[in-house]
């Protein structure tokens, strides 16, 4: 049997029904844009919280914590009293009958507005997930920060065993994907091996652990100048950060990474392997084009109209990573990133508020605003492009740490992560180096065992 929600504290029969999909960047901004209207938003998300995906490598790594960089939906929403927050994750839509389903809710649409993001993709290669965690999710980021600090700790493991050959695949990362992400991971576990780990481990040098980054294309930060690309390798080279370039990865295994290029393989044996290659369109989206006749492109994405609703029904929009929203007449989309999604957010809150207030909304179609890159390599150094300025280095970290607080959710986040990077700033260490899921004891090879205790 089917049941609505709408029966919410706050709940105003009458109101137009506006139901927001997704509370990551987008959506979060669309409901905010919602804030006066005389309408009931119902926010739905599977996940209680909202996430800060820009900084989920320096959970990964130990720099931040949760609270940093995830906020629960309900407290950003609190003050706003047109907003009820479900959580229920979504798995299709009635068209016909303008409802969202979840399980057995049915939650009934006068205007809908999906958000949903994108996944994490392995190219085809879905079993590699297991050996080569992305980074999308909290959980994900706790599952990466497990697995490097725990390789660590095996290092030290096997060493103590003498099983020396153990010890450099336990000391071999190797992070796959040459984007901000990748870039990012690289220089954040080598930051993290050099200046917080190497004091601890008095009798194993993990400083000069091997960080392999692995990139199909001819460059790092592809979507960035070549300038910018320059020197962020540069830097990453400079900390010993180890780059293959035009290198493809054709094999994760427990054992290690098999990588191609120019024709030759050759096998990396590495415990731990890092994805920041690629993603796809969560599948609301190919069920969404489905229900009103549409198809995705290659990437999971909806072809949206300028006003960023679909399949001529005003009563649909989709917005963030996963609407394809063309810039003008070059052939480029609008780029899978945060300010996108900010943006078609409060654009598509603007126009609902508009159509509920009985006003026409604005005849001027969504128009994206670069305002610019940034991706940070290392401790305290970043790389920016905004137009023709170019900067790298510590200040671009510092253009870089002003914009990701400025676009933290709210100020507890700002005060989280402000007091952690002055903390790793000031101490050399992070916040949350703990193993909360340490591997099962490994007793040591046979012959070795026997050999170290005679
Ligand atoms: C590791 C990483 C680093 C990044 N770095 C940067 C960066 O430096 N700069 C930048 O601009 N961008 C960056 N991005 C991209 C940026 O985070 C995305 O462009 C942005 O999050 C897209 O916003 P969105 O609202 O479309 O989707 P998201 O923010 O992904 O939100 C989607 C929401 O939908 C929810 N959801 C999904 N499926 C369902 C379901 N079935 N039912 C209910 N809810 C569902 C999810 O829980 C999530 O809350 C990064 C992304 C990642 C993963």
Request: hydrophobic fraction near 45%; aromatic fraction near 8%; include cysteine.
């Amino acid at each position: 049997m089917s049941a609505s929600p709408h029966r919410a504290p706050g709940y105003v029969e009458g109101r137009p029904d506006v139901v927001v999909v997704g509370g990551g960047f987008g959506g979060v901004s669309c409901v905010r844009a919602l804030r006066r209207a005389n309408a009931n938003v119902v926010l739905v998300d599977r996940m209680n919280h909202t996430l800060f995906q820009p900084l989920l490598y320096q959970l990964a790594t130990g720099v931040l914590d949760d609270s940093a960089i995830a906020s629960p939906l309900r407290q950003v929403f609190a003050r706003q009293s047109n907003v009820s927050v479900l959580r229920a994750s979504v798995d299709g839509f009635d068209v016909d009958r303008r409802c969202v389903l979840a399980g057995d809710l049915e939650i009934p649409w006068d205007h809908l507005v999906l958000a949903a993001g994108m996944k994490t993709s392995y190219f085809g290669n879905d079993q590699w997930e297991a050996m080569a965690p992305g980074l999308k999710t909290l959980d994900d980021a706790h599952r990466v920060r497990g697995r490097i600090l725990e390789a660590f700790e095996q290092a030290e493991y096997v060493r103590v065993w003498g099983e020396t050959d153990e010890v450099r695949p336990w000391l071999t990362f190797v992070v796959v994907g040459g984007g901000a992400t990748g870039v990012e991971v690289a220089g954040a576990i080598k930051q993290l091996a050099v200046d917080r780990l190497a004091p601890e481990f008095k009798d194993l040098d993990v400083a000069r652990c091997r960080v392999l980054l692995v990139e199909g294309g001819e460059r790092l930060l592809a979507a960035m100048s070549t300038k910018s690309s320059a020197a962020a390798a540069k830097t990453l080279r400079s900390y010993g950060v180890e780059i293959r370039l035009e290198t493809r990865v054709v094999d994760v295994s427990p054992e290690g990474v098999t990588i191609e290029q120019g024709g030759s393989r050759e096998f990396v044996p590495a415990r731990t392997v890092v994805w920041g290659a690629g993603v796809a369109g969560n599948a609301l989206g190919a069920h969404l084009a489905e229900a009103v006749g549409l198809e995705t492109d290659r990437g999971g994405r909806l072809e949206v109209s300028g006003d960023l609703t679909i399949a001529g029904r005003d009563d649909i929009r989709v917005i963030g990573d996963l609407a394809r929203v063309p810039i003008g007449e070059t052939g480029a989309t609008v780029p899978g990133v945060a300010q996108g999604a900010i943006q078609m957010g409060t654009y598509a809150g603007r126009a609902i508020a508009a159509r509920v207030a009985g006003r026409a909304p604005t005849k001027k179609p969504f128009r994206y605003f670069d305002k610019g890159s940034l991706a940070t390599v290392g401790r305290g150094k970043a790389v920016l492009d905004m137009g023709r300025l170019h900067i790298a280095g510590f200040l671009g970290w510092l253009v870089w740490a002003a914009v990701h607080i400025a676009f933290l959710v709210n100020f507890r986040s700002r005060i989280a992560a402000m007091g952690s990077w002055a903390f790793a700033y000031i101490f050399q260490t992070g916040v949350n180096e703990l193993i909360t899921k340490p591997a099962a004891p490994r007793a040591p090879l046979e012959s070795e065992s026997e050999g170290s205790s005679t």
